[in-house]
């Protein structure tokens, strides 16, 4: 099936969820074309984009003609059309605890510090730049902390975050450090994630999705 497929994603090389989306594409070894929309010059209200994704947000993929939207759906979509390298373990425990630590970054952190919050606190807010640091940082480490005690307490985690094979939870979370070092985040109470994070960057897969090398890297 993955081979009928002509994969296109539309992204921004600081988008998190783009680089998700990114680093899974490389796990799986499936070729893309990237067309990029810069968020903060309004690129993703742009009408013809907003026909692929009414909410103007990113990462979408274009799978022929279908579009998909959300990381997390994206992800997962890819771990079905091209099952090995598995994503998520094989027993549903397993996947749970895949799903919820991918969640707690997906759902809990980054909603809280994506642009669009940042730019509504600088904004409407009238919120100093000081003010919008600490905001940022204050949600990365309560989400963090949470990661963080799962991480060290549980004996299935490996070199990555669910043994020694990276999977969902480790391409959620990987962004979300490289954001969180951009805006000086202490990670020093950290360690299992720094760790995890020291190993997943070693692995090309993660190094080449990393915004820094995307095409619209500024």
Not at 85 to 92: C, K, N, V
Not at 197 to 217: C, G, H, V, W
Request: proline content about 7%; some cysteine.
């Amino acid at each position: 099936m993955a081979a009928d497929l002509k994969l296109t994603l539309h992204g921004y090389h600081r988008s998190s969820a783009s680089f998700r989306v990114r680093i899974a594409l490389n796990l799986k070894g499936l070729p893309y074309d990237s067309i990029t929309h810069h968020l903060r010059r309004g690129e993703q209200r742009a009408p013809n984009y907003l026909s692929l994704n009414p909410q103007g947000l990113v990462p979408t993929l274009l799978a022929n003609a279908e579009a998909i939207s959300q990381s997390l759906a994206i992800v997962e979509y890819l771990d079905e059309i091209v099952p090995a390298p598995a994503l998520l373990p094989a027993d549903a425990a397993g996947r749970a605890r895949v799903r919820g630590l991918a969640q707690i970054i997906a759902c809990d952190i980054h909603p809280l510090n994506n642009l669009r919050v940042l730019q509504y606190l600088r904004d409407p807010l009238k919120q100093p730049q000081e003010a919008v640091q600490r905001w940022y940082q204050h949600w990365v480490a309560e989400g963090f902390q949470a990661v963080e005690q799962l991480l060290a307490a549980q004996r299935i985690v490996g070199r990555f975050c669910h043994g020694d094979l990276p999977g969902l939870a480790d391409i959620c979370l990987i962004p979300q450090v490289v954001n969180a070092r951009n805006f000086e985040c202490d990670l020093s109470p950290f360690p299992t994630i720094t760790r995890i994070f020291n190993a997943a960057m070693q692995l090309e897969a993660f190094e080449r999705a990393s915004p820094k090398y995307q095409p619209d890297a500024e």
